[in-house]
């Protein structure tokens, strides 16, 4: 054998004579593995994958005969050989690597095309722990990495949507590998990688409870190539990370046209919110424009509530994104409709609902399965320059046991379940969040403000606005409650709701002004309670 001289310029062409596949997923394998040994590819393969090409009549060598070692453990340990790891790590014009090479018989693979065991699959169909531990793959990542680390010489496949573009590239070069698309696919086979480590991690730290630790990761694999993020200038994608949690990215999309970032995101935001609400109570919509709620509202049926939802704000609800705790009926289907609607999420939909949808061509229909819970623990994460903010998910409830009357006016019970449905509400409104409420049903609005008091003024407003539009005698904020995400640092805020006609307030309390803001509820005869949690939403 041919020893090359050391350091040489690596070639731009490397011709492939030897290829090893090792496939969980068999999708287009035999068509792929037939196209490479028409070339004259020699295969090599594994378990698996080998007895489908011989069942499908191509020839190919087992993995054991270059190793001389047959699999064992089930499967275990097959590929982890120096045969297999030599003939991917070796570098070609490296002298002592290619004597080495001719000295331990270890002959070239230009060619790897292997994609892991599915443990993302087994993850998200909820396997038990000893099947999810056993789809943990070993052997394939250490050939990925392997290979993608000698791209100079070695070719790497990792996924099936990569095999035309391999076979194109063979055809254009006479059979030979282009440098510029090992390189691609290198980076693409450790993106791989990196994704498939870090959902084992991240199943780890769900199954075991795991805070963030020294070192966090997040992957994905992309669902879908969007058309842009927020803006047309910017370039975007919609991964899926393995999470077992029913919404926009578990869900069935029926009809309608492909969801963009922005509807993914507010869809993801109306489905959050509206699972605060146990469907074995009561019916609950939420209706979502940039990722605020403009509207949400409990009821005996799914079309009461959204008719109490529209009338918060029926002037930003157009265009907007509805939710619901329960399967769509026909009922619902027809008011939903009635207005421009982007997207409906639901649980589930009834085939009458389903073909009243239907009228809309546009509206997207997606359907779950279930809904999430929005007490389960979780993590968010969010970019800055230079690193990554990981915190839990904000999977904080408080019922009437965990409020504390502070004023001398204690609320009414009807006043008190308005305020526990109005808090609820805030914990998903932009910080700072004011919400009032009346009669299980959002009547004004305050989101995202620098000032509380902007905020609960901005409600105030709105609220006036939906009374004129329906011809009310008076804003629905009369005789309402209020709810605030964090505490009151003045009062004002909290004058600025009893002007408004808030007769309760429901706030986590905690300033330095606790005392003079309770003092200005009592002056006016308001009930307060503090719940201790805050609810910021940035």
Not at 321 to 333: E, G, H, K, S, T
Request: aromatic share 6%; proline share 5%; with cysteine.
């Amino acid at each position: 054998m041919a020893v090359a001289a050391k350091n040489l310029p690596v070639p731009d062409l490397v011709p492939v004579r030897r290829a090893l596949l090792s496939v969980s997923d068999k999708a287009g394998l035999t068509e792929f593995a037939a196209a490479l040994a028409s070339r004259g590819v020699e295969l090599v393969s594994t378990g698996g994958t080998f007895r489908a090409l011989q069942e499908a009549g191509i020839p190919a060598r087992d993995v054991s005969e270059l190793t001389g070692f047959p699999e064992i453990m089930d499967g275990r340990v097959k590929t982890l050989h120096p045969a297999v790891h030599g003939a991917l790590l070796g570098v070609r014009n490296d002298t002592a690597h290619m004597e080495a090479m001719e000295r331990h018989a270890i002959h070239p693979i230009d060619l790897v095309v292997v994609n892991l065991y599915p443990f993302e699959k087994v993850r998200a169909k909820g396997g038990d722990y000893a099947e999810t531990v056993e789809n943990i793959d070993i052997g394939g990542p250490a050939m990925v990495r392997a290979a993608a680390k000698n791209h100079a010489w070695v070719a790497i496949v990792t996924d099936p949507e990569d095999y035309g573009e391999t076979l194109n590239a063979l055809s254009e070069n006479s059979g030979a590998f282009p440098l510029a698309l090992r390189k691609q696919l290198a980076a693409r086979a450790y993106a791989r990688t990196a994704a498939y480590d870090a959902g084992i991690a991240g199943w780890f730290a769900e199954t075991l409870g795991l805070p963030a630790g020294r070192n966090v990761s997040f992957g994905g694999s992309l669902a879908q190539s969007l058309r842009y993020g927020e803006n047309p200038h910017q370039q975007a994608g919609f991964y899926l990370t393995g999470e077992r949690r029913p919404g926009v990215a578990s869900a069935r999309q029926l009809q309608g046209k492909q969801l963009s970032y922005n509807n993914i995101n507010d869809t993801d935001a109306a489905f959050e919110l509206v699972a605060e609400f146990d469907p074995a109570g009561r019916a609950a919509i939420a209706i979502i424009k940039h990722a605020n709620p403009c509207g949400v509202a409990t009821g005996e049926s799914l079309v009461s509530a959204y008719e109490k939802a529209l009338a918060c704000d029926p002037v930003s609800a157009f265009g907007g994104i509805v939710a619901m705790n329960r399967p769509l009926d026909a009922q619902a289907a027809r008011a939903i409709t009635g207005i421009f609607t982007e997207v409906i999420i639901a649980p589930d939909a009834c085939d009458e609902a389903i073909a009243i949808v239907a009228s809309k061509p546009n509206l997207r229909l997606l359907l779950t399965g279930g809904l999430p819970d929005p007490r389960a623990p979780g993590r968010t994460v969010r970019s800055v320059s230079g690193g990554l903010l990981v915190q839990d998910r904000d999977n904080g409830q408080v019922g009437e046991t965990e409020c504390r009357v502070v004023t001398k006016r204690a609320p009414t019970p009807g006043e008190f379940a308005d305020m526990l449905f109005a808090f609820r509400v805030a914990k998903h409104v932009k910080s700072n969040a004011i919400v009032y409420a009346r009669d299980g049903a959002t009547v004004g609005i305050g989101a995202g403000q620098m000032s509380r008091v902007d905020s609960a003024r901005i409600g105030a407003w709105k609220a006036g606005d939906a009374a004129r539009a329906q011809e009310l005698a008076e804003p629905l904020t009369r005789g309402a409650v209020v709810a605030s995400d964090a505490f009151f640092p003045f009062a004002d805020g909290l004058v600025s709701a009893v002007e408004a006609g808030a007769t309760a307030v429901i706030q986590p309390g905690g300033s330095m002004r606790d005392a003079e803001v309770i003092a200005a509820a009592n002056e006016r005869g308001i009930a307060m309670v503090f719940t201790g949690m805050r609810h910021f939403r940035h």
